[in-house]
């Protein structure tokens, strides 16, 4: 299977801040990379698909880039209701796997 | 509105059997690949199976395979998981999700039932 590695495993910002997250793929996955919100007690939600594609809804401030094995979510002028754990999924390969999750806290 | 309605979770003993429904509307069911996620507490994503659109593909994660069935009922909108031969490794909340558009993009999530496994 293939492993996703995120980076780091929690930061902490404040409101306006930007933030970027990083995942690394162990082995070349194009651009099938999906990033996920998640709030506590919640289901994940799509923000980016295909890398960089939002997912309609989901503010301009979220941003996705990379291709092949690194890639990045970018979450410029950071919201009160941004703050949630972040998951990175390859969809390249099956079976489908994400990358362990990170915690973006309020600073 | 596109949803997904998990239902079936609950407490069981390491060994016991339980199974999970997913009511799906707002959307036509049959024309979509669907998957079971499943997070224990605290912890991360793992996915679980997968059926087809006519339920005629079925995948399975090692951890489960042999022990899990998914299938679907396309004319009640309903995804099924029947989970037998429970272990303390398998609690967790578990999410129906809809595949959308190819390539593992998981898009509703229902909003998950919890599994408990427990003596």
């Known amino acids: 299977d293939i492993q996703m590695t995120q980076s780091p495993s929690s930061v902490s910002a404040s409101v306006g801040d930007r933030v970027t997250i990083t995942c690394r793929a162990s082995?070349?996955?194009?651009?099938?990379l999906v990033w996920y919100q998640q709030k506590p007690g919640k289901a994940p939600k799509l923000l980016i698909y295909?890398?960089?594609s939002l997912q309609s809804g989901v503010p301009l401030r979220f941003s996705g880039s990379g291709s092949g094995t690194d890639f990045t979510l970018t979450i410029t002028s950071l919201q009160p209701e941004d703050f949630a754990t972040y998951y990175c999924?390859?969809?390249?390969?099956?079976?489908?796997?994400f990358g362990q999750g990170t915690r973006l806290q309020i600073k | 509105e596109v949803q997904l309605v998990e239902s079936g979770g609950g407490l069981v003993q390491p060994g016991g059997s339980l199974r999970l429904s997913c009511a799906a509307s707002?959307?036509?069911?049959?024309?979509?690949?669907m998957h079971w996620i499943r997070q224990a507490p605290g912890k991360g994503l793992l996915w679980v199976s997968r059926?087809?659109?006519?339920?005629?593909?079925?995948s399975y994660a090692d951890s489960v395979k042999g022990r899990f069935t998914i299938s679907r009922d396309n004319a009640k909108n309903t995804l099924y998981l029947q989970m037998n031969s429970l272990r303390g490794e398998d609690m967790a909340v578990y999410y129906c999700?809809?595949?959308?558009?190819?390539?593992?993009?998981?898009?509703?999530w229902g909003q998950g039932t919890l599994v408990i496994v427990s003596s």
């Open positions: 999924q390859q969809g390249d390969t099956f079976p489908p796997t």
């Open positions: 059926i087809n659109s006519d339920g005629t593909s079925i």
């Open positions: 082995q070349f996955i194009n651009n099938w």
């Open positions: 707002g959307f036509t069911f049959s024309r979509h690949w």
């Open positions: 295909a890398a960089s």
């Open positions: 999700v809809r595949e959308d558009g190819g390539s593992y993009k998981f898009e509703p």
